[in-house]
């Protein structure tokens, strides 16, 4: 399984980005898929996930009600609506997966086993 994150960048406080990451080797709608980022000097952290299925999502407290994530099997992609960005959303996002029809919502790195290379967001003035 690959994952091929893209769509970061640098914007304003307020701002909005969609990340996308697209997902190739494997059956797209047998895995659960989440987004995370790490900042330098901190551990990576769970920021949204959704279930196999598409059925049922997680997000982390400091994201609620500004980031989406939605996927469309059609074309094998995962995305990450980020709205209101603030300066501490800067980070590097990382698209991950694990083949599995169990979800807790959580968003827990030990909860998935294939990363993508990440994607920069700067979000600066």
């Known amino acids: 399984l690959q994952l091929v994150e893209s769509g970061g960048g640098l914007v304003h406080p307020g701002g909005s980005l969609r990340l996308s990451c697209v997902v190739s080797?494997?059956?797209?709608?047998?895995?659960?898929l989440g987004w995370f980022r790490r900042v330098p000097g901190k551990e990576r952290e769970g920021v949204a996930c959704?279930?196999?299925?598409?059925?049922?999502?997680g997000y982390a407290d400091s994201v609620k009600e500004r980031f989406t994530i939605s996927k469309d099997s059609t074309i094998k992609t995962v995305y990450l609506q980020m709205n209101n960005l603030k300066p501490e959303d800067t980070a590097i996002y990382y698209c991950?997966?694990?083949?599995?029809?169990?979800?807790?919502?959580?968003?827990?790195?030990?909860?998935?086993?294939?990363w993508g290379q990440g994607t920069q967001v700067t979000v600066s003035s």
């Open positions: 080797g494997g059956i797209f709608d047998y895995y659960r």
């Open positions: 959704i279930s196999s299925g598409g059925g049922s999502t």
């Open positions: 991950a997966a694990r083949r599995s029809v169990m979800f807790s919502g959580m968003c827990q790195t030990e909860e998935y086993d294939t």
